[in-house]
């Protein structure tokens, strides 16, 4: 009798109007649209500011090669260049070995070895890019310059195609050393994600597969692959983005001239780079400091078009 | 990045000293920042000034001054007449500088090797390449110069000192000035970029046949390997304090209006080619005229009893004419002093 009068009590206050329910709705609703807000305006921003730069130079800002802030001649190409290629070279390198790392914690490592090797791999995503930067020109730098970069440079002399990507003075700084940089930058991020999807595989699936005899091997290709593909892509776009926005790090090593070669070892700059040294000399209302906000633009539309492949590459997943 | 460094150290240090003083704001320069930045620290004490500089760099110290957000602007680079008029500033240099440059050559020390301002063009331009070209050996007569490639060094960062190199080379070479010409940065023909006086000097440091400038303070700190330059008067010069000043006292300041001289390649046996002042904005509408009156107040004090912290920081103080002729152009903004 008691119990019955407690709980009717208890239902009646449920039943009686909360404020806290759609004050919490309207707070949450906020959220959501000030993310929107943000978003859009800071590309409204970047586009408005550079519209004088689009209008004076046209489609031809996206191609040309010009970096000239004496006659005012302004292009995007080398930056756009130099992003792409630094982006792609170090997702090259970085995706086989964060799958190696992922691949040995979750299913070789003894178990004594997994935790100090996963909590090494979260650290290096934790260090601050400006400590990368300064270690890659003050140790990375000097070791490209005096050895690695001259023995390529030997080695592939008279091999057709290799001996242009690997050519030119030994400077140490260029495309390939800020590739190298953002490629231990994003192997943790990369490594991390895998290991967290590949422990999601369900064990019982991979107990199956071992009792049908398959080997380690097997059952990463057949079952935890094919798994957790979609995540794992989705952590590789993750890296992707960021090799992309990179700024200080790959200001140290990247050599920063406006020219584009063959050489992989040759000085570029990235859309990141250029705009971080050049924004602090450029004066309010220039036709430069309208190039640098075209050119953040840029970045924008580029990191939004691999956020769009990185989608359509998941969006078989979402149907099942 | 010492220097930004510096320059926080001595503006943290400074704010504890004088909390009621009238205080003053200034952006611009990262050349000048740390002799502000000493100036700031003694003129707080001395006349209760006290400086809160920003080294944000001399083209956003511009932008700022336009806006009028900051007490005065600071540029290593001298605003054209045409600009000062439209945003009504009046301008004034306070320090001079000079720029050095700097090699790596293994066996040859400091100041050995000599150039000329039209050999320092043709190498930034990469028509000569080799350490050993006939050009350079011929004013180096006695020197054995090794066959390394020359591998130039620039400021990959918007920079004065990068205007004040770019500056001379642009007077030394009629090709520079057409293909390349002089700005605070430039579309460089070749060569590798750093960032900030220490990447340059740590870049030319890495590579064999390195060849890049560097401020002459900074030169001189770390003990960098500089070469001797050609002056206007045919003669070769270290880069010293003397060879600075003497190029300062030469140079016909009454010539140029509001101070917008350019210091490079002065006459005189003694002079070192490539330097520059460095310069302040202040506005001649100010909206507070006590403020414009205390930066007044303050680079006053500087000139006067300045002279020997400029000279500790390797800073050329302005010969005292010059120093009368500021203080006589002040007269134009309002506000005593």
């Known amino acids: 009798m008691q119990q019955a009068a407690a709980l009717n009590a208890s239902s009646g206050s449920r039943s009686k109007f909360r404020p806290g329910d759609p004050i919490f709705a309207a707070l949450s609703r906020a959220s959501g649209i000030f993310v929107l807000l943000l978003l859009g305006s800071l590309i409204l921003s970047l586009f408005v500011g550079g519209i004088p730069a689009f209008r004076h130079f046209g489609l031809g800002f996206l191609f040309s090669t010009t970096w000239d802030p004496v006659k005012e001649i302004f292009g995007a190409g080398v930056s756009i260049y130099?992003?792409?290629?630094?982006?792609v070279l170090s997702m090259i390198l970085a995706v086989p070995l964060a799958f190696g790392i992922a691949f040995y914690l979750t299913e070789l490592a003894p178990a004594w070895l997994k935790r100090p090797v996963g909590i090494a791999v979260e650290l290096l995503a934790a260090v601050p890019s400006i400590i990368y930067g300064m270690w890659g020109f003050f140790v990375i730098v000097p070791l490209m310059s005096q050895y690695v970069e001259p023995t390529l440079i030997d080695l592939f002399d008279g091999v057709p195609v290799l001996e242009d990507l690997f050519a030119g003075?030994?400077?140490?700084?260029?495309?390939f050393t800020a590739?190298?940089?953002l490629t231990v930058m994003v192997v943790p991020f990369i490594a991390a994600t895998m290991r967290d999807v590949f422990e999601t595989v369900p064990p019982v699936f991979k107990e199956s597969a071992y009792g049908l005899g398959c080997t380690t091997w097997e059952v990463m290709r057949s079952i935890v692959a094919p798994y957790t593909r979609t995540s794992v892509i989705g952590g590789i776009m993750l890296g992707f983005g960021r090799a992309l926005g990179e700024t200080m790090a790959v200001t140290f090593v990247i050599g920063n001239s406006a020219h584009i070669s063959a050489s992989l070892f040759s000085s570029g700059n990235t859309i990141a780079s250029i705009v971080a040294l050049e924004?602090?000399?450029s004066p309010a209302g220039s036709l430069k400091l309208s190039s640098l906000l075209a050119l953040g633009f840029i970045l924008f539309v580029i990191s939004f078009i691999v956020l769009a492949i990185s989608r359509t590459l998941l969006r078989p997943k979402l149907k099942v | 990045m010492k220097f930004a460094l510096a320059a926080v150290a001595i503006g943290l240090a400074g704010f504890t000293v004088a909390a009621q003083a009238q205080s003053i704001t200034g952006a611009g320069s990262t050349f000048a920042a740390p002799i502000y930045g000493k100036w700031g620290e003694a003129a707080a004490t001395a006349v209760g000034i006290q400086l809160n500089y920003q080294a944000v760099g001399s083209g956003a110290g511009i932008n700022q001054i336009n806006n009028r957000t900051v007490d005065f602007g600071a540029s290593d680079m001298p605003v054209k007449a045409e600009a000062l008029a439209e945003h009504k500033l009046m301008q004034f240099p306070t320090v001079i500088g000079g720029v050095d440059v700097i090699i790596n050559l293994p066996g040859i020390k400091a100041n050995e090797l000599k150039l000329t301002g039209p050999l320092l063009a043709d190498i930034y331009l990469g028509k000569i390449t080799k350490w050993n070209d006939k050009a350079i050996a011929e004013v180096n007569p006695g020197l054995k110069l090794p066959s390394t490639a020359i591998a130039t060094v620039h400021r990959a960062d918007g920079s004065g000192t990068t205007f004040v190199f770019t500056d001379y080379l642009s007077m030394q070479s009629a090709e520079w000035k057409e293909k390349v010409g002089a700005s605070t940065s430039v579309s460089w023909p070749n060569?590798?970029?750093?960032k900030g006086s220490d990447g340059v000097a740590a870049t030319v440091r890495q590579i064999p046949g390195g060849i890049g400038y560097n401020e002459s303070a900074y030169a001189e700190q770390n003990h960098?390997?500089?070469t001797m330059m050609r002056?206007?008067?045919g003669k070769f010069v270290a880069p010293t304090m003397e060879a600075f000043a003497a190029s300062a006292a030469n140079a016909d300041w009454s010539k140029v209006q509001?101070?917008?001289?350019?210091?490079?390649d002065q006459k005189g046996a003694e002079s070192w080619p490539i330097e520059s002042a460095t310069f302040v904005l202040l506005p001649t509408d100010p909206k507070d005229e006590k403020q414009s009156a205390a930066v007044k107040k303050f680079f006053d004090w500087g000139f006067t009893h300045g002279n020997d912290i400029a000279a500790k920081l390797l800073y050329i103080p302005l010969p005292a004419k010059v120093q009368d002729a500021v203080r006589t152009a002040w007269k134009a903004v309002p506000g005593g002093m």
């Open chain 1, 82 to 87: 130099g992003t792409v290629m630094t982006a």
């Open chain 1, 169 to 175: 003075p030994p400077f140490g700084t260029g495309i």
């Open chain 1, 179 to 181: 590739a190298l940089i």
């Open chain 1, 279 to 281: 924004f602090p000399e």
């Open chain 2, 191 to 194: 060569g590798a970029g750093a």
């Open chain 2, 224 to 226: 960098l390997t500089t």
């Open chain 2, 231 to 233: 002056n206007a008067d």
């Open chain 2, 258 to 264: 509001n101070f917008a001289i350019d210091l490079n």
